[in-house]
């Protein structure tokens, strides 16, 4: 099983639509939680972390964990075309006190104008 | 000017050749990570540095060596390039305390023919 697992996708969301973006993780201690933007052929830029139970906002983004499941999600909310990108979550393994992080594959999300 | 530059952008190599990537900083940031990415694989830790004394091999080392010259300057070798390690090679940086985002350079395209 990975650590980390999301769906590829891609998935397709109409402009001003909410995408939903969804990931599992495997080691229930982790304890610190990111999501990454990547646009095609670019670097990979932080979204926001969370670390408690429940929902973090940020403008249209919003992330939301769940520890006692182990997922943490990424709602985007007034979708735009400029949104379209592979969004990677990342996830700081327990027992590890250098920070290191595991990634998910990626779900690619396309924004329909 | 950027905080994380990588050179070279691209490199096309052969079997067997040596091969260095370099990564420079301008953060000030004690850590530095490499990371390899492939299509539907995800973001992979090759090598981590804490700092200039301190080298640790990540999930998948084999193959690769690295040196960390400077506080500012993290090398990525290549020793015999194989075609199996053409991916997208990434640089990282983050400063070790608090939430510890990591921030990732522009890449390199590695073509291994």
Known sequence: QKEVEQNSGPLSVPEGAIASLNCTYSDRGSQSFFWYRQYSGKSPELIMFIYSNGDKEDGRFTAQLNKASQYVSLLIRDSQPSDSATYLCAVNPPGTNDYKLSFGAGTTVTVRA | ?113
């Not at chain 2, 990564?23 to 990415?37: A, E, F, I, L, P």
């Not at chain 2, 540095?49 to 091999?57: A, G, P, R």
């Not at chain 2, 199996?84 to 522009?106: E, H, I, M, V």
Request: one cysteine or more.
């Open chain 2, 1 to 113: 000017d950027a905080d994380v530059t990588q050179t070279p952008r691209n490199r096309i190599t052969k079997t067997g050749k040596r091969i260095m990537l370099e990564c420079s900083q301008t953060k000030g940031h004690d850590r530095m990570y490499w990371y390899r990415q492939d299509p539907g694989l995800g973001l992979r830790l090759i090598y981590y540095s804490f700092d200039v004394k301190d080298i640790n091999k990540g999930e998948i080392s084999d193959g690769y060596s690295v040196s960390r010259q400077a506080q500012a300057k993290f090398s990525l070798s290549l020793e015999s390039a194989i075609p199996n390690q053409t991916a997208l090679y990434f640089c990282a940086t983050s400063l070790g305390q608090g939430t510890d985002t990591q921030y990732f350079g522009p890449g390199t395209r590695l073509t291994v023919l």
